[in-house]
């Protein structure tokens, strides 16, 4: 039964839409927040788009052709083999490019992350 109401309920609330997703400005208040809850959501939400992106980066590696690899590229994140990365480095980094860039705010914060990622460990 639980499992019907669920099930409804997803149902019924429509398709997600771009203005339900969080924005840059949102996880960048979430980043520096002092609450430990907002701290949380920062840095999990940022472990899931280095999850994305580590896989992402993978596959871009053993494409064989350039123009496979300049299509595959917008997601991919080559993170060095000797780099440790932790998450606070991550939320760091995040930030650095986020304040940077205000303009950006609005967007999706999955767009800022994986860009702020894509500029430290670009892949070539």
Known sequence: MRFAIALAAL???????????????DLRSYCMS?????????KYYLQGIVDVTIMAGIIHEGLET????E??????VCY???????????QQIFLNWANQLPKEWSRPAGFAAVAALRETWPCL
Do not use: E, H, W, Y
């Open 80 to 90: 060095g083999s000797d780099d440790t990365v932790t998450a606070d480095a991550i």
């Open 71 to 76: 299509s595959s590229a917008t997601m991919a």
């Open 11 to 25: 149902l019924l609330a429509g398709p997600a839409r771009a203005a339900d997703f969080l924005t840059t400005s």
């Open 34 to 42: 002092q609450n430990v809850t907002s701290q949380l959501v920062c």
């Open 66 to 69: 350039r123009k496979d690899r």
